[in-house]
């Protein structure tokens, strides 16, 4: 308990899923937590289930005025950021051959210049912090490709590169700010449950195959916490998957 006491947190795509699981398990370690989100009943529902120790704001991670009242609202209430978890996306299928100019840029836009924004807001706020920890939630899509994700498949590999520039580019200036990214596979969660129709499908189900590529929210969450927490304080740059050895499996 307590691994993250003291420390100021903003996730993203709070609301739900993996997002809002992350804001959970930091919280009760100790964060105080920021949640932001686009979906404002269900943001402000998970930020009131923690309590007074979290802050919900409307945000379109896209928005660089938006970014910037995030980091604004975030200093005025906690005084200070010491991490941030990069958490939300839209995931869209479609392949090389079926994905249009306007899918293409929508999911860049969001995906893409969404984690740009926030780390390189981040940065300067936890710059006067003394420091900090960026996570930021790629996917195995971004390591090895997956051929009806294109432009998703794309934006992750972009959020995967940026997270080693960002890593490099703060170990050189001396900012203590470390800087990796979270690589799932199949992820239980709404946004995924989507694609199969809707369809929620227990854990417990999914688990009792050891083959099993949909992990739950909360696998993620331990690592979101092991990276946002001091205990990781020489990892920077990391590619970390979560994925059951699918990507390594070649199936």
């Known amino acids: 308990m307590n691994r993250m006491q003291g420390k100021v947190c903003i996730v993203t795509g709070a609301a739900s899923g993996i997002g809002r699981e992350d804001a959970k398990l930091l919280a009760a370690e100790g964060a105080r937590v920021v949640l932001t989100d686009l979906n404002e009943e269900a943001g402000r529902a998970a930020a ?46 479609a392949n090389i051959e079926d994905t249009s100019l306007e899918l293409w840029r929508k999911v860049q836009t969001i995906n893409g210049d969404g984690y740009f924004l926030g780390c390189k807001h981040a940065i300067a706020a936890m710059k006067d912090s003394g420091g900090g920890s ?5 996917s195995v899509a971004a390591l090895g490709g997956m051929a009806e994700f294109c ?12 997270t080693r520039s960002i890593a490099i580019h703060c170990k050189n200036h001396g900012y203590r700010i470390r800087c990796n990214s979270v690589h799932p596979d199949g992820v239980n969660t709404p946004m995924t449950q989507a ?19 949909m992990c739950a929210p909360r696998d993620i969450a331990n690592v979101v ?10 990892i920077n740059g990391a590619e970390i998957r979560v994925d059951n050895a699918q990507l390594i499996g070649g199936v």
């Open 151 to 162: 432009a998703y498949s794309a934006s992750k590999g972009a959020v995967a590169a940026l």
């Open 225 to 234: 916490l092991f990276l946002a927490s001091d205990e990781s304080r020489f």
């Open 134 to 138: 960026i996570v930021n939630m790629s």
């Open 195 to 213: 694609l199969a129709g809707g369809q929620a499908i227990p854990q417990d189900v999914l688990d009792a195959d050891p083959k099993n590529r």
């Open 48 to 93: 009131a289930e923690i309590g007074d120790n979290a802050l919900f704001i409307r945000h379109d991670i896209a928005s660089e005025d938006d970014w910037k009242q995030v980091i604004k609202l975030t200093l005025e209430r906690f005084g200070r950021l010491d991490v941030l978890v990069n958490n939300a996306a839209i995931l869209a299928m």
